[in-house]
């Protein structure tokens, strides 16, 4: 058996005090097991948070088990601390917290600030290093600027353990390091420029997705270790794709080795279930006005900008944490101080929390899954806003597969649809999702969505793509959307590659790269994403023929392009548009190209004449093909002809 607990700790006094303040931010360092140098002697030292605990002791294989041999210390300064070192441990010990509670439980827990856990359904924690020589020097150096709101957005998001697998062996899960080969290249390959990994923290509960957190501080060890996504991490880097992760702060699930009573008393949780109980997910809520809570909380969104070099958190469940009446009937939620349904305590802390990562992190971006009317959510919180980059515009996403999903022939009576988020678009800095929520639980894929035939479905889908990024905002594509995945989303299966045997979905895929390519290469499409100045409806309201013409605007004018999009399975010949500027006008992308699996319309010269027409001095006429449209822009080589300036309108 090994030695005896050792006295040691690595919490100064000024530590506790940010730590009981909610001010310490790198709670990693001290607490968890690390391994250590003590008088000459190697081993591990453990501390651990239970301040209601009688006594807590390891446990695990180094003592074969045993509940007491290895007893912690209890800190002098009231913190709740236990802590102590014991020799002769190293890496790769398996352990728990044995925890004696005053009303006589024993409770056997994981290490909340573990590094690694068990491969589930084992609960132990693991002494790990995170230590890794990184090789991303570069991309870290540029992220300042490939991070901007200024530049392009298209975010590729992906579930690790569904996206591929062995065909020889569908039930296994592929390594990070082994589905690096993969992933890279093909995103790379489709022109995304981020990923965002749904949460890659250890759960117990793999349908969970990874929702349902029970060591937040560890990589799932499904996958390997946390040198493993380290290194998918930086190949990514070294492809030039950044890399967000998505972040629970909302809730945790009560399984007993988790946080749920970690001493015996709600400790990480709200003692009353009105604010403490999350009746959709079966799940516990953070106790947002407890300090060290809120420690620990921004401790770990600091763990994966600083330890793992990710590029932006997407911030799961905003509104649920927002609103003390989320999800519940009257009676069942506790109103604030003021009356209100507003939860202060959870708003203090996401404002917190946006002012320290953007502090100490001033080039990475926090996103909120934001479902409400919230105001500023993405707005400083020296202005009143809760201090995100960006928001999900889940409006836009609910209005526009609404509109999709209807028959042409109907179309004209959901005009509005189509067209309503400008009303809003510029209120907050949205991200457009097309997440994994919308393609589960009997919704349909999204080329399922779309109605016609096959070709009509992928025709929906391609215009519907075209419209996502050529409308104000970045983007967010869920895995398989790409290619037309036609089943839905199944996390303990891999998407269906063998599709892309079959031309539509090739297409599709083809189509996604090249739309990706250029939105990337149009700083049109992405300078002014969130500011009001960078969109123009140039017509918004044909719902007659249900198409939209509008103009998205760049730093430079020359930059600008035109967005048509014909929303019917007719062909509209000689279909007259108006235009900002004369000249030469080319088609940068065309959906109902052949190599799309398009019919093949396009136009071969687009030259604009000073006819008034859709309120512009200029104007051409372009053949429109069915259920689909055109990216235009300006030839730099031909000089312009009774130019008007951006603005500028005729008499009407």
């Given at each position: 058996m090994a030695n005896e607990v050792i006295p040691h700790s690595l919490f100064s006094e000024f530590d506790v005090a940010l730590f009981q303040s909610g001010k310490h931010f790198k709670l990693y360092e001290k607490f968890g097991s690390h391994e250590l140098e003590v008088n000459g002697e190697k081993g591990v030292y453990f501390a651990v948070w239970a301040p209601n605990a009688k006594s807590v002791s390891v446990t695990g294989n180094f003592n074969f088990w045993d509940k007491e041999h290895h007893a912690l210390f209890v800190r002098w300064d009231g913190s709740g601390i236990w802590e102590g070192f014991i020799p002769g441990l190293g890496n790769g010990e398996t352990y728990k917290y044995v925890i004696q509670t005053y009303t006589g439980e024993q409770l056997e827990k994981g290490d909340p600030f573990a590094f690694r856990w068990e491969v589930a359904p084992k609960t132990a924690s693991v002494v790990h290093s995170t230590w890794y020589e990184w090789q991303d020097k570069q991309w870290m150096q540029e992220r300042a600027v490939k991070?901007?709101?200024?530049?392009?957005?298209?975010?590729?998001?992906?579930?690790?353990?569904?996206?591929?697998?062995?065909?020889?062996?569908?039930?296994?899960?592929?390594?990070?390091?082994?589905?690096?080969?993969?992933?890279?290249?093909?995103?790379?390959?489709?022109?995304?420029?981020?990923?965002?990994?749904?949460?890659?923290m250890e759960h117990p509960y793999y349908p969970s997705w990874g929702y349902q957190i029970t060591g937040y501080f560890a990589a799932s060890s499904r996958y390997g270790s946390a040198q493993d996504l380290m290194y998918l991490i930086e190949e990514l880097h070294a492809a030039g794709i950044g890399v967000l992760l998505d972040w629970v702060p909302s809730h945790f699930p009560g399984d007993a080795h988790g946080l749920y009573r970690f001493d015996g008393t709600s400790l990480y949780e709200h003692e009353d279930p009105r604010k403490g109980f999350h009746p959709d997910w079966q799940s516990y809520i953070f106790n947002y006005g407890r300090n060290e809570v809120r420690s620990f909380l921004i401790s770990n969104a600091f763990y994966w900008l600083d330890r793992f070099h990710i590029d932006g958190l997407r911030v799961d469940a905003v509104a649920s944490m927002l609103y003390l009446d989320y999800s519940r009937n009257a009676g069942e939620w506790i109103p604030n101080e003021f009356g209100g349904n507003e939860n202060l305590e959870a708003v203090q802390f996401l404002k917190e929390l946006n002012e320290a990562v953007y502090g100490h992190f001033p080039d990475v971006q926090t996103i909120a899954e934001e479902s409400t009317s919230w105001p500023s959510v993405s707005r400083p919180t020296y202005a009143g806003g809760l201090g995100f980059g960006m928001k999900w515009m889940m409006g836009w996403m609910h209005d526009t597969l609404d509109y999709f999903k209807e028959d042409p022939v109907n179309r004209s009576y959901h005009h509005d649809r189509l067209t309503f988020a400008t009303v809003y678009a510029f209120h907050e800095n949205f991200m457009l999702p097309l997440s994994h929520d919308e393609v589960v639980y009997g919704k349909q894929s999204l080329i399922y969505k779309m109605p016609g035939d096959e070709w009509q479905k992928f025709a929906n889908l391609r215009a519907l793509y075209l419209f996502m990024y050529t409308f104000s905002g970045t983007k967010l594509l869920f895995m398989g959307g790409e290619f037309g995945q036609t089943s839905e989303w199944n996390v303990n299966q891999s998407l269906d590659w063998h599709l892309l045997e079959f031309a539509p979905h090739q297409g599709m895929k083809q189509f996604v790269a090249d739309l990706n390519a250029v939105y990337k290469a149009q700083p049109s499409l992405y300078q002014k994403a969130f500011d009001a100045a960078g969109f123009e409806w140039i017509d918004a309201g044909d719902r007659e023929n249900s198409i939209v013409v509008y103009w998205r605007k760049g730093f430079d004018s020359w930059d600008d392009t035109?967005?048509?999009?014909?929303?019917?399975?007719?062909?509209?010949?000689?279909?007259?548009?108006?235009?900002?500027?004369?000249?030469?006008?080319?088609?940068?992308?065309?959906?109902?190209?052949?190599?799309?699996?398009?019919?093949?319309?396009?136009?071969?010269?687009?030259?604009?004449?000073?006819?008034?027409?859709?309120?512009?001095?200029?104007?051409?006429?372009?053949?429109?093909?069915?259920?689909?449209?055109?990216?235009?822009?300006?030839?730099?080589?031909?000089?312009e002809v009774n130019p008007i300036k951006q603005g500028e309108r005729i008499p009407v």
């Open positions: 991070n901007r709101l200024d530049q392009p957005w298209s975010v590729y998001e992906v579930h690790l353990g569904s996206w591929s697998r062995d065909p020889e062996s569908p039930d296994t899960l592929l390594n990070y390091r082994e589905i690096a080969v993969q992933l890279v290249s093909y995103v790379k390959e489709m022109n995304f420029t981020h990923v965002e990994f749904m949460p890659l035109v967005v048509v999009l014909n929303l019917t399975p007719v062909v509209r010949e000689h279909f007259r548009i108006g235009l900002p500027y004369a000249g030469e006008w080319e088609v940068l992308l065309n959906s109902d190209d052949l190599t799309y699996f398009g019919s093949g319309i396009h136009n071969l010269h687009i030259h604009s004449e000073h006819l008034h027409w859709m309120n512009q001095v200029q104007s051409a006429q372009l053949h429109l093909p069915p259920l689909g449209g055109y990216i235009l822009k300006r030839k730099r080589a031909v000089e």
